[in-house]
């Protein structure tokens, strides 16, 4: 599975962004995915996952209640919409897929990566 993330940009604080992660297989209905980010200097944090139907999402406490994670299976598509942006969210973000729903915060499990897009949230 190849995935795309994009959507990323400059914000504000208190704006919003929707980021997208594109599949390139019709089987990603198979996979669990999860967003991470890492900021200069930082390790990679996980950020929130979604079951391979949809039904079932996680999140870090540092996003709850901020963040939501959704996906269009018919569109291989997985989102995340980003609302009231600090500026500690300011990171490259990361789609990542795996076979199993599970273990979410391991970011060693995922068996395939995006290639990152930037979130930067000024003051």
């Known amino acids: 599975v190849q995935l795309q993330a994009s959507g990323g940009g400059l914000v504000q604080a208190g704006g919003s962004l929707r980021l997208s992660c594109a599949a390139s297989r019709r089987t990603f209905t198979s996979y669990a995915v999860g967003w991470f980010r890492q900021a200069p200097g930082k390790e990679r944090e996980f950020v929130g996952a979604?079951?391979?139907?949809?039904?079932?999402?996680y999140y870090a406490n540092s996003v709850k209640g901020r963040f939501t994670i959704s996906r269009d299976n018919a569109k291989n598509t997985v989102y995340l919409q980003m609302n009231s942006l600090k500026p500690e969210d300011t990171a490259v973000y990361y789609c990542?897929?795996?076979?199993?729903?599970?273990?979410?915060?391991?970011?060693?499990?995922?068996?395939?990566w995006g290639q990152g897009t930037q979130v930067t949230v000024s003051s």
């Open positions: 990542a897929a795996d076979g199993h729903y599970s273990d979410f915060e391991n970011d060693r499990k995922y068996d395939y």
């Open positions: 979604i079951s391979q139907g949809g039904g079932s999402t």
